[in-house]
């Protein structure tokens, strides 16, 4: 019979990293925002960057996020992660044109509305929907600032 050996916290994760690249990214299993996810135990789940962090640098403090220098999800190289709190997270992902608006259901970013608001001209509303994947009334209300003022 196979003698069985568990594997540490920091083993089982790091075996799942390809380091090949820039970015060390995580090839095990994902979240539908595109971050990864580790089981740190049955029933206590992580995104892969936060259990990085804590396996490189120690605990998280309470009220910050782990944030990424290089804008890729998947990457969990600790020198690509940095601490941030809120406002940090916000200004660092209004710096990189990632955040889409307060609406976390919002389809269309900053830069959307912008080149919406650019291309517009009269009747082809319907194009720039399909294009950005939005109905028409979305269209009409970010040209006429009813939304994204």
């Known amino acids: 019979m196979g003698r069985y ?35 740190i135990s049955h029933g206590i789940p992580s995104h892969a960057h936060r259990v990085a962090w804590v396996l490189t640098y120690g605990a998280i403090p309470r009220g910050l996020f782990v944030c990424h220098r290089c804008d890729n999800r998947l990457c969990v190289r600790p020198t690509h992660l940095f601490l941030g709190d809120a406002l940090t997270n916000m200004r660092d992902m209004d710096a990189k044109g990632r955040r ?4 976390t259901r919002a389809k269309l970013s900053r830069a ?14 319907g194009t720039l929907a399909k ?8 269209i009409s209300r970010v040209v006429n600032e009813k939304r994204w003022r």
Do not use: H, M, P
Not at 7 to 29: H, I, M, N, P, Q
């Open 5 to 39: 050996v568990r594997l540490t916290l920091a083993a089982r994760f790091w075996r799942k990293v390809d380091r090949s690249g820039e970015c060390w990214e995580w090839r095990g299993a994902q979240v539908l925002a595109g971050y990864g996810y580790f089981g």
């Open 100 to 103: 889409r608006s307060v609406v």
């Open 112 to 125: 959307d509305v912008e080149a919406i608001r650019a291309s517009y001209r009269w009747g082809d509303g």
């Open 131 to 138: 294009v950005y994947g939005v109905n028409s009334s979305t």
